[in-house]
């Protein structure tokens, strides 16, 4: 099995990189998880605390079940996925059935940032994108997808994700095999990484 690492900037383009590479492989080989559906069960908290959390933080992420989870695809096991829901910031309590396939491609902002995690990628890739695109991405989607008001998503931008960014993501790029500038469609980058998956696969 191989096991890719997908990192970058929160609205940085990582879910099109996914897509680009998904598309250029047969299908039933390859398998997506995502990190959103690791961050910690906060059960034990109220709406009104869970709001409070800031989930663009390393600690938010609960690193041990997605290792654990990892490791029993390599041996072949099937896995449950936890479903996280961003109206309710929690887990639902529902799972999804995941099977082992050839490659599996982990992505979420964080990923990079785990030691232990970093050392489970055969490749790792940041996708970079310009801070004021990715800003106006994370504004579409979470007023669209996640209910989010503007007043409260630019805060939130401001007061959290655009410092977290600079000190937990922005770095990790130093742990990167490849950098796919994600400005524009880039078709060069994913030949490459399609290059690497079917010479590894070989």
Do not use: W
Not at 89 to 116: A, F, Q, S, W
Not at 156 to 181: C, G, V
């Amino acid at each position: 099995m191989l096991i890719i690492g997908i990192a970058g900037g929160t609205g940085c383009g990582k879910t099109t990189v996914v897509n680009q590479i998904l598309n250029e492989l047969p299908e039933g080989e390859v398998g997506v998880i995502s990190q959103d559906s690791y961050y910690k069960d906060t059960s034990h908290l109220s709406y009104e605390e869970r709001v409070k959390i800031n989930f663009d933080h390393p600690r938010s992420i609960d690193f041990e079940l997605l290792e654990e989870h990892l490791k029993e695809l390599r041996k072949g096991n099937d896995i449950n996925q936890p479903v996280y829901s961003f109206i309710k910031h929690n887990r639902t309590g529902d799972t999804i059935l995941t099977h082992p396939r050839k490659v599996m491609i982990v992505e979420g902002i964080l990923i990079l940032t785990n030691p232990e995690l970093r050392d489970m990628f055969d490749i790792k890739i940041f996708v970079h994108a310009d801070s004021d695109e990715r800003l106006i991405r994370r504004l579409k989607r979470d007023i669209t997808e996640r209910g989010r008001d503007i007043d409260e998503v630019l805060s939130r931008y401001q007061n959290t994700l655009k410092p977290m960014h600079q000190q937990f993501i922005e770095p990790m790029k130093e742990y990167a095999d490849i950098i796919i500038p994600n400005n524009k469609y880039n078709t060069v980058a994913v030949d490459i990484v399609k290059t690497i998956i079917n010479q590894r696969l070989v």
